[in-house]
């Protein structure tokens, strides 16, 4: 299994619709996880820290699996706006990167 | 929130040159910094781990003598990529820890280096 591995996208989705990340890591010693989102040639920004209760921030809510080793980010009610890459981040011995998944909102 | 600054924004050199990156942090000191390099429609790929006076922790396949790494204060991480060729061409970012913990990280607004 790769270090950090997500859905390899891109996801074009309809404005309005639901949409589902997942991503899965190797390291079962990992501490942290988070979800970034990073626009085209811009720098990767956070866009919530991932916890293992679940959590939820407006339209975004992201849920933790230790057992299965996997995170995962919802987002409800999709507008044009959310069209980014979305990069899982996990932090073990080191801070690791998956290689994102893109996301296309269709208006 | 904690800001990194990171400088110049874009830079177009001629094959050869040699250029210098910054990276500071505003208003916190940074213990660690990271550089990264993303190419186009791929992830960040961690280049090197920098610790305010010590030398910095390069990843395997990272030249350390071509991608040189300074970090002599708390909040100023230099990253120098020297006798720059074509397919350094990249986008260069950096980012900073604040305090002992990985919480969050914090980045630069990257660099954007063409080698002509």
């Known amino acids: 299994r790769k270090e950090v591995e997500q859905d390899p996208g891109p996801f074009n989705v309809p404005e309005g619709a639901t949409v589902a990340f997942n991503c899965t890591y190797s390291?079962?010693?990992?501490?942290?996880f988070f979800w970034y989102r990073q626009d085209c040639r811009k720098e990767p920004k956070l866009l919530m820290s991932?916890?293992?209760s679940g959590n939820e921030d407006g339209r975004f809510t992201a849920q933790l699996n230790r057992a299965s080793q996997y995170i995962s980010l919802l987002i409800r009610d999709s507008k044009l706006s959310d069209s980014a890459t979305y990069l899982c981040?996990?932090?073990?011995?080191?801070?690791?990167f998956g290689k994102g998944t893109r996301l296309h909102i269709l208006p | 929130g904690a800001v990194v600054s990171q400088h110049p924004s874009w830079v177009i050199c001629k094959s050869g040159t040699s250029v210098k990156i910054e990276c500071r942090s505003l208003?916190?000191?940074?213990?660690?910094m990271f550089w990264y390099r993303q190419f186009p429609k791929q992830s960040l790929m961690l280049m090197a781990t920098?610790?305010?006076?010590?030398?910095?922790?390069?990843e395997q396949g990272v030249e350390k003598d071509k991608f040189l790494i300074n970090h002599a204060s708390l909040t100023l991480s230099t990253l120098t990529v020297t006798s720059a060729h074509p397919e350094d061409s990249s986008f260069y970012i950096c980012?900073?820890?604040?305090?002992?913990?990985?919480?969050?990280?914090?980045f630069g607004s990257g660099t954007q280096l063409s080698v002509l």
């Open positions: 390291n079962s010693a990992s501490q942290s």
């Open positions: 208003d916190f000191q940074a213990t660690t």
């Open positions: 991932v916890y293992s």
């Open positions: 980012s900073a820890t604040q305090g002992g913990g990985f919480e969050k990280l914090f």
């Open positions: 981040v996990v932090n073990g011995d080191k801070i690791i």
């Open positions: 920098s610790n305010e006076g010590s030398k910095a922790t390069y």
